[in-house]
């Protein structure tokens, strides 16, 4: 099996991280990834992280990196999660729910890019140029 998978679902690219374990190594592929992505005019992107058990910093930094680079360009990132096998305490301690949506299936994350359209919801767009600004 493929450490990193990517796929289509129509207009949103899923990327898909086959591991239970993500640190410095993988943060540095998948912002590699999202920067090709972006640069492939993908605006819509759904990173599949539910096969994770242990995510350290570096990889929800990258995370954070990347949504910000396609939040320049008028796209949007969302989180899918595994909510009975990923720790709790990464969600809640570093306010990973404040910066992404967070989903517990794919298809609920795509669900969620049709049902605005195309268009990123304001809001939350807001917010994170204010987390932007406030980092930069």
Not at 9 to 31: H, P, Y
Not at 79 to 95: D, L, M, Q, Y
């Amino acid at each position: 099996m493929l450490d990193f998978k990517k796929q289509v679902s129509g207009d949103v690219l899923i990327e898909t991280v086959n591991l239970q374990r993500v640190s410095c190594k993988e943060a540095n592929i998948m912002k590699s990834r999202i920067f090709e992505d972006n640069l492939l005019n993908n605006k819509k992107i759904i990173i599949d992280i539910s096969k994770c058990d242990f995510i350290d910093s570096s990889f929800l930094g990258a995370l954070v990196d990347s949504l910000k680079r396609i939040i320049k360009t008028g796209g949007d990132i969302k989180i899918v999660i595994a909510s009975s096998s990923f720790p709790e305490g990464i969600v809640n301690n570093s306010s990973i729910q404040g910066v992404f949506e967070i989903y517990t299936s794919v298809e609920d994350a795509l669900k969620s890019f049709r049902f605005y359209d195309k268009e990123p919801q304001s809001e939350f767009i807001n917010h994170i140029y204010y987390l932007c600004k406030k980092y930069d």
